[in-house]
Nanobody, 122 residues
Framework: QVHLVESGGGPAKPGGSLRLSCTASGNNLNLVTMGWHRQRPGRQRTVVASIANDGGAYYARHAKGRFTISRDNAKNTIYLQMDNLTPEDTAVYYC????????????????WGQGTQVSVSS
């Protein structure tokens, strides 16, 4: 079993930045892909960005140029640097992980974190 724990959410001002972290723990960690998703109020959960263990990454259109996903394989941790935040980025952000390559607009993953709230307002 894999356990994912997110941190780093919270309030932010428009134009501000936040950095989310997600650390995986458990047995037989061999997570090929890890990612970030978000669920905005009243909306379905959608992909934000994902990254493979070789560094290959995917970004949703709204994240390109503003968000950066990175990965530290030694720490089983991924990060999401979010810059130039807008109120439309307000959502619960979820970490995900899978033992296969899952890059792109895919929402079915093996493992999920509990989520961390990001609220952007002035």
């Amino acid at each position: 079993q894999v356990h994912l724990v997110e941190s780093g959410g919270g309030p932010a001002k428009p134009g501000g930045s936040l950095r989310l972290s997600c650390t995986a723990s458990g047995n037989n960690l061999n997570l090929v892909t890890m990612g970030w998703h978000r669920q905005r109020p009243g909306r379905q959960r959608t992909v934000v960005a994902s990254i493979a263990n070789d560094g290959g990454a995917y970004y949703a259109r709204h994240a390109k140029g503003r968000f950066t996903i990175s990965r530290d394989n030694a720490k089983n941790t991924i990060y999401l640097q979010m810059d130039n935040l807008t109120p439309e980025d307000t959502a619960v952000y979820y970490c995900s992980a899978d033992r296969i390559l899952v890059l792109g607009e895919v929402t079915t993953w093996d493992y999920w974190g509990q989520g961390t709230q990001v609220s952007v307002s002035s």
